[in-house]
């Protein structure tokens, strides 16, 4: 057996490479390789990726303020994965532009109201954009991802939607579902036996049907309005900033995904059915039916084109081509997306400031009490509630005051000027903020202070037009601006008059918790009674 055994050495062993000319300091790091261990080369390569990624963040950061450093590939993910007001007010403070870079993402944080309002009206450098999963729970081909004159051309036939004229016909629907809920605040308020509830779950709910009646009238149960209710929190979850970009069973994307899945097919249900009742000529109730109706219009006006007859019809504003159930459904969607969190942090917010401040309360109620001739179970029409300026004071103040959208992604589709001395890389996010121009006290003389005053009496208006960022500007501006605010008052006028309610304040009730938009830490503890005249 010996006799047969050989030795065997590897040729690249000390292999010289043949004839090839190598330079010496080349063949040093060929040899060096050659020796190295696997652990040693997996270290080596970490080492350079380690300093690539540092090396592109302080040449993406350049003079901006931000830290000089990055945590290697993750930066700041675990801070983001409970997002803390403090931090984000902190970064606002720290300059008109900074900057964090998570992963792969470079953000820059552009803070100030010209700052803002540049990435706001720069459609040219960066369009909107929200978190990677939410092309899987909107649908990648839904009209939110549009961009230029696709989403322009979109917009003009949702427009019709938003006048004086459509916000008046969903009124009644909203007072229906107020008149509801408001038994069931008397209701939690007894089942609890008195005791404070946290109400901006409730809140959420309340605002889920409204918008839900708004959007798709009669067509959804309340059945499936409180299963949307309460799983809404799901997708707003599944939306959040920094999340996974895939979805991998029982995450919070996951978990979205099956939330926003029911939704859609609930709001396609709803599509089928107006487009029964408007092709029957039924009258419009809600926002589906307005839209339904306006494709039905275009349709008969391109029929009586072709026939060469449109005698006795008038074209309308807008030609729409007819939608699919399911893209009815995704639109519908991108509404109560737009509105939900949004509308329910400032509902939660309102009635805890209403409560700290019965002198406002009280102007608020018998506003309410006179417009509506002294009978407090009245429903108004839009005459009448454009007509209430203090109680729209209130909202207009509530809104600048407690914001509740804070910040605005945007992708940056080319390299972006945004000053002087800096630009934004191609591919960055980069976040303004409406919070800074919403403080500025040159603007808003003690901006800490809630006072309806400052637009109902003062010159907030005027001399804050270029502040008030609480909708946005530019191509887009909330399309549903001024439904939100009259909603808003709707709400606490018909609240200030049937209910008397008492916030039970706790060491958390003025600090700040950032869920897609912001509540109080305590969630606002509440309890409600009915209002004895």
């Known amino acids: 057996m010996a006799s047969n055994a050989t030795s065997f050495t590897s040729p690249l062993a000390s292999a010289k490479l043949g004839t090839v000319a190598v330079p010496p300091q080349l063949e040093y790091v060929i040899d060096t390789i050659s020796k190295a261990s696997g652990w040693t080369i997996v270290f080596t390569l970490l080492a350079v990726l380690v300093a690539w990624d540092q090396i592109k963040y302080v040449l993406n950061k350049g003079t901006i303020a931000g830290p000089a450093w990055k945590i290697p590939f993750i930066g700041p993910f675990l801070e983001s994965l409970d997002p803390k007001f403090e931090e984000y007010y902190a970064k606002w403070l720290s300059g ?23 990435v706001f009206n720069s459609p040219g450098y960066v369009k909107p954009c929200v978190v990677d999963v939410a092309h899987k729970l909107l649908g990648a081909d839904n009209w ?118 029911m939704v859609l097919a609930e709001f396609a249900k709803c599509a089928a059915k107006s487009k029964v009742r408007m092709a029957a000529g039924g009258e419009a109730t809600c926002i589906m039916d307005a839209w339904i109706k306006q494709m039905i219009d275009s349709k008969k006006w391109r029929e009586a084109v072709a026939s060469g007859n449109t005698e006795g019809l008038e074209k309308p504003t ?40 019965p002198e406002v309360l009280d102007r608020v109620r018998e506003e309410n009490l006179k417009v509506r001739n002294g009978d407090i179970h009245a429903p108004l029409n839009m005459e009448q509630l454009e007509s209430m300026t203090y109680t729209r004071a209130v909202v207009r103040e509530l809104l600048r005051y407690r914001p509740p959208v804070i910040m605005v992604p945007y992708l940056v589709k080319k390299a972006f000027p ?12 980069v976040v303004p903020t409406t919070y800074m121009a919403l403080r500025d006290p040159e603007v808003y003389p003690n901006p800490d202070y809630f006072d309806p005053e400052r ?31 009259l909603n808003l008052a709707l709400f606490v006028g018909k609240a200030s008059l049937l209910l008397d309610w008492k916030h039970h304040p706790t060491p958390l009730s003025e600090e700040i918790k950032v869920f897609a938009t912001i509540f109080p830490k305590d969630d606002c503890p509440l309890t409600f009674e009915e209002r004895k005249w």
């Open 418 to 429: 945004i000053s002087e001395d800096y630009t934004i890389p191609k591919g960055s996010m």
């Open 455 to 485: 637009y109902y009496s003062g010159d907030a208006e005027a001399k804050g037009a270029k502040n008030y960022l609480v909708f946005g500007v530019g191509p887009h501006y909330c399309l549903g601006q001024q439904y939100a605010q």
């Open 144 to 261: 939110v991802f549009l961009d230029g004159p696709a989403h322009v051309e979109f917009r003009k036939g949702l427009n019709g939607l938003f006048t004086r004229r459509a916000l008046e016909i969903y009124l009644p629907g909203q007072e229906e579902v107020y008149n509801r809920y408001f038994k069931s605040f008397l209701e939690i308020t007894k089942n609890a036996g008195g005791k404070p509830v946290p109400w901006m779950p409730h809140f959420r709910e309340v605002i889920t049907a409204v918008s839900c009646r708004s959007f798709v009238g009669h067509y959804i149960s309340d059945e499936a309005v409180k299963k949307i209710a309460d799983d809404y929190y799901l997708i707003t979850a599944a939306l959040e900033l920094v999340n996974f970009p895939i979805i991998i069973p029982y995450t919070k994307t996951w978990y979205g995904k099956k939330a926003a899945d």
């Open 96 to 118: 008109p532009l900074s900057c964090v870079s998570v992963f792969h993402k470079f953000v820059v944080i552009a803070s100030t109201k010209d700052m803002a309002r540049k």
């Open 318 to 357: 807008h030609l729409l081509r007819d939608f699919t159930d399911y893209e009815i459904s995704q639109t519908i969607f991108t509404f109560l997306f737009a509105s939900q969190d949004a509308t329910s942090s400032a509902a939660t917010w309102l009635f805890q400031t209403m409560a700290q401040r």
